[in-house]
């Protein structure tokens, strides 16, 4: 069965630093596309960051030049760090993950259960 499984969130004073991890696990033929999106009670989810197996990637114009999304394929592992944390960006953040159970399979997108950032003085 995949997980994926989130650490790292927590309470940060505005203009703050707080760096994410994801770790997806279980049986899987390949992980592809990962990415973080982000959640306000209420709102939509937003797409926050997503990095490709090949290292190219694709930021939110909200998080641009403060959040940097990296990875590394060997551990199927995405970091975040985020950088100038402003209050807005207070949310719940998932990661997600588009993942090929065996070679035959279609991709399918997994989520993480979210993780709290809440940034406040």
């Known amino acids: 069965q995949v997980q994926l499984v989130e650490s790292g969130g927590g309470l940060v004073q505005p203009g703050g630093s707080l760096t994410l991890s994801c770790v997806a696990s279980g049986s899987m033929f390949g992980v592809y596309l990962m990415g973080w999106d982000r959640q306000v009670p209420g709102q939509q989810r937003e797409l926050v960051a997503s990095i490709t197996t090949t290292g190219s990637t694709n930021y939110a114009d909200s998080v641009k030049g403060r959040f940097t999304i990296s990875r590394d394929n060997d551990k199927n592992t995405i970091y975040l760090q985020m950088n100038n944390l402003k209050p807005e960006d207070t949310a719940i953040y998932y990661c997600?993950?588009?993942?090929?159970?065996?070679?035959?399979?279609?991709?399918?997108?997994?989520w993480g259960q979210g993780t709290q950032i809440t940034v406040s003085s």
């Open positions: 997600n993950a588009d993942i090929k159970v065996t070679f035959h399979s279609t991709f399918q997108v997994y």
